[in-house]
């Protein structure tokens, strides 16, 4: 089965970090390009109302929505299947409900909440 699994979310205080993680399964991991998405609170449920932040593809090279770049950093670990997004110096505008996916498939998404 085609998964992926989400993971490192939480709540963190403003300029804090956190390092999302999201583990494939299921299929040929290191030839696909990942991506991370995210939904803020109150944009609804459509698939189509999560903000892109970045792909990587598989040779490593990455691109980031222009207002992520110098705060996310995406990653991939094919070795591991996974493919990871570090995020510093969050403030409370990033809190949203996190995701990963490929062309085959999205995660479940992982919450981060950044508040004092």
């Known amino acids: 089965e085609v998964q992926l699994q989400a993971s490192g979310g939480g709540l963190v205080q403003p300029g804090g970090s956190l390092r999302l993680a999201c583990t494939a399964s299921?299929?040929?991991?290191?030839?696909?390009?990942m991506s991370w998405f995210r939904q803020a609170p109150g944009t609804g449920r459509e698939w189509h109302g999560r903000?892109?932040?970045?792909?990587?593809?598989?040779?490593?090279?990455?691109i980031y929505e222009e207002a992520m770049k110098g705060r996310f950093t995406i990653s991939r670990d094919n070795a591991k299947n996974t493919v990871y997004l570090q995020m510093d110096s969050l403030t409370p505008e990033d809190t949203a409900v996190y995701y990963c996916?490929?062309?085959?498939?999205r995660g479940q998404g992982t919450q981060v909440t950044v508040s004092s």
């Open positions: 996916a490929c062309s085959l498939t």
């Open positions: 299921g299929f040929a991991f290191e030839v696909y390009p």
């Open positions: 903000d892109w932040i970045s792909t990587i593809n598989p040779d490593g090279s990455a």
